[in-house]
């Protein structure tokens, strides 16, 4: 089995900071892209940030210059730096994994449990 489990979130006031952490356990041979999805109250869920097992970036445009996402490899942790944080970045934050179990051929997908970020002063 493999878990996602998630830490991090919390209020914070417009302007502030957070960081959220993915940590990744279980059976895992090998985690290729990394990533970070959030939804909002009504709404869609959408990619925030990406990271591949070389270190390649991508990140939706309204959270560019704002939030950073980078991984610790020998952890099977996924990070995502906040700052600068605006009440639109209210949401549900999920991690999400390519994860290649041992035993396996193809790696899946796994999905954290969410965390909540609410930005409000």
């Known amino acids: 089995q493999v878990q996602l489990v998630e830490s991090g979130g919390g209020l914070v006031q417009p302007g502030g900071s957070l960081r959220l952490s993915c940590a990744a356990s279980g059976s895992i041979f090998s985690i290729n892209a990394m990533g970070w999805y959030r939804q909002a109250s009504g709404k869609e869920r959408e990619l925030v940030a990406t990271i591949t097992s070389g270190g390649s970036t991508n990140y939706v445009d309204s959270v560019k210059g704002r939030f950073t996402i980078s991984r610790d490899n020998a952890k099977n942790t996924v990070y995502l730096q906040m700052n600068s944080l605006k009440p639109e970045d209210t949401a549900v934050y999920y991690c999400?994994?390519?994860?290649?179990?041992?035993?396996?051929?193809?790696?899946?997908?796994?999905w954290g449990q969410g965390t909540q970020v609410t930005v409000s002063s």
């Open positions: 999400n994994c390519e994860i290649l179990r041992r035993g396996y051929y193809r790696a899946r997908d796994y």
